[in-house]
Structures are given as C-alpha cells and as structure tokens.
C-alpha cells in the first residue's frame, strides 16, 4: 500500500491490495499535520471471497466524519457508530480481483492515525437468511477483531 497526501486540499490518497483472508488490517499512516482529512481509499481484492462488508475502527485520537465524502460505489449503505470510530459499509459485494473505491473524511488529533480494517465473506454452506442475519448482526455489533496484520503506509507528501 501507499499514500499521497495533498496537504493544500487537505486530502489523503491510499492504494494497495489485501490478500489475506484470515487477518484483519491495521494502517498507520503518517500525515504532515493533525487535523480532518479527506480519505479516498482504493484497495483490490487478491482472495479467493467476496466481500458483502467491510468496516474500519478508528484508534483512540482520530474519528470518522459524517459528510458528504462518505461513500462507495460498490456499497449501498454504511453504518458509523455514535462515537463515530467504526464505519461500516455494507450492502454491495466486491469479488475477487475487483477493486473497491471508499471515500471518507476523518478528524485525527495525532500525525500518525491508525486504523483497522475487517471484511466479511459470507460463508458457503449459510443460507441466504443466516447470512443477512450475521450480516445485520455484524453492522450493530461490530465484527470480531481477528490477528492482525500490521502496515505502514509510506505517505508522499506533495
């Protein structure tokens, strides 16, 4: 993965790929200066599942805002809890080898914000009702946190 960061437009621009479907992600990126940033994210699916959600929580300094920049296109809804640290987007699906596109703002109070991203697949022998009911009961809750794989984002500044 890697990240540009326009610090005039205040907007942060990440691209990579996830190929891991047992881990969840932690980002850490280290920005020119604290503050609200704009996010536009952009990662392919390398597993062999596709995924109906995908959701990101915030580390204790930073949280997600909800503005127009809230959004993708492969998903149809999203979710943000009242304390606005876990975003949810939901209701859509990327397949395997397709890219999703995630746009959205967060507010950090540090130069190196860290965030954990989680993917749900449904599984194969579900239903098509136990997998909407674990995928509503996900959205609420939150997924469960699963080992983790750490990156660090190089970030250009321009």
């Known amino acids: 993965m890697t990240g540009t960061a326009d610090v005039g437009r205040r907007v942060l621009m990440i691209t990579g790929a ?14 020119p200066e604290p503050g609200r940033w704009q996010v536009i994210k952009a990662e392919t699916n390398l597993t062999d599942q596709t995924w109906v ?25 999203s979710f943000m809890t009242p304390d606005q640290r876990r975003l949810t987007f939901y209701d859509g699906e990327v397949r395997p080898g397709e890219t999703v596109l995630k746009t959205y703002s967060m507010e950090t ?3 190196k914000p860290t ?39 190089p970030v250009t500044v321009l």
């Open 109 to 111: 109070g540090g130069r």
């Open 53 to 77: 959600a995908m959701q990101a929580v915030m580390d204790e300094d930073s949280t997600f805002l909800d503005d127009a920049m809230l959004m993708s296109p492969q998903f149809s809804k």
């Open 18 to 31: 996830i190929d891991t479907t047992d881990h969840d992600v932690s980002v850490s990126v280290s920005l």
């Open 115 to 153: 965030y954990f991203y989680s993917r749900y697949s449904p599984i194969a022998t579900d239903s098509a009702e136990q997998s909407q009911q674990t995928l509503d009961e996900l959205v609420t809750n939150g997924m469960s946190q699963r080992p983790v794989v750490e990156l660090i984002v």
